[in-house]
T-cell receptor, first 116, second 110 residues
Framework: NAGVMQNPRHLVRRRGQEARLRCSPM?????VYWYRQLPEEGLKFMVY????????ESGMPKERFSAEFPKEGPSILRIQQVVRGDSAAYFC??????????????FGSGTRLTVV | EDKVVQSPLSLVVHEGDTVTLNCSYE??????LLWYKQEKKAPTFLFML????IEKKSGRLSSILDKKELFSILNITATQTGDSAVYLC??????????FGQGTRLTINP
């Protein structure tokens, strides 16, 4: 069981470019969540998706950020026209059901985005 | 607004010591409290607590929840250098999302 797979592990973008972060949930998990961790801060919820549906995007910035979880393929978090303040670690988590059972949410290793 | 506060923020102890990490919360429609261990990679699931007073145990780690006083503790006995990490507490409220505390950075010196 490969766990939650995120790629790339590290991503460097110049200001104004686009960043695409990918997340493949654990096998058998159909619920995906994205969190952002700014330096020296806790993880902050961004968005919760099921296949082809955004369930809760209350933590997403109103502009430049979007997320999808298509019927086939990984979930994508897309950041357009990146700025230095977007530099952070972006974690994806998945669960078999929502709310999860006693095994909680499984996190991926994260993508560290650096905007230069 | 839902809130989770962990203390201490940082803790340095010697190998073999016992440590207690604290987590207090304010959240509407509490569903569960979760503990994670974060090294330089994915947060690793430790415990999920839903009921007061029932201790969960895994090896040298244990945790308990007090829903009346709105806090949880994570105990680690006979600490080892491999226990050095950031320990995250998170609470799930009415919606399917976690509210995290700032984390406690634990350093175990040999």
């Amino acid at each position: 069981n490969a766990g939650v797979m995120q790629n790339p592990r590290h991503l460097v973008r110049r200001r104004g470019q686009e960043a695409r972060l990918r997340c493949s949930p654990m096998k058998g998990h159909s619920h995906v969540y994205w969190y952002r961790q700014l330096p020296e801060e806790g993880l902050k919820f961004m968005v919760y998706l099921q296949k082809e549906n955004i369930i809760d995007e209350s933590g997403m910035p109103k502009e430049r950020f979007s997320a999808e979880f298509p019927k086939e393929g990984p979930s994508i978090l897309r950041i357009q026209q990146v700025v230095r303040g977007d530099s952070a670690a972006y974690f994806c988590a998945s669960s078999r059901q929502s709310p999860p059972a006693s095994d909680g949410y499984t996190f991926g290793s994260g993508t560290r985005l650096t905007v230069v | 607004e839902d809130k989770v506060v962990q203390s201490p923020l940082s803790l340095v102890v010697h190998e073999g010591d016992t440590v207690t990490l604290n987590c207090s919360y304010e959240v509407t429609n509490f569903r569960s409290l979760l503990w994670y261990k974060q090294e330089k990679k994915a947060p690793t699931f430790l415990f999920m607590l839903t009921s007061s007073g029932i201790e969960k145990k895994s090896g040298r780690l244990s945790s308990i929840l007090d829903k009346k006083e709105l806090f949880s503790i994570l105990n680690i006995t006979a600490t080892q250098t491999g226990d050095s990490a950031v320990y995250l507490c998170a609470v799930e409220g009415g919606a399917q999302k976690l509210v995290f505390g700032q984390g406690t950075r634990l350093t175990i010196n040999p």
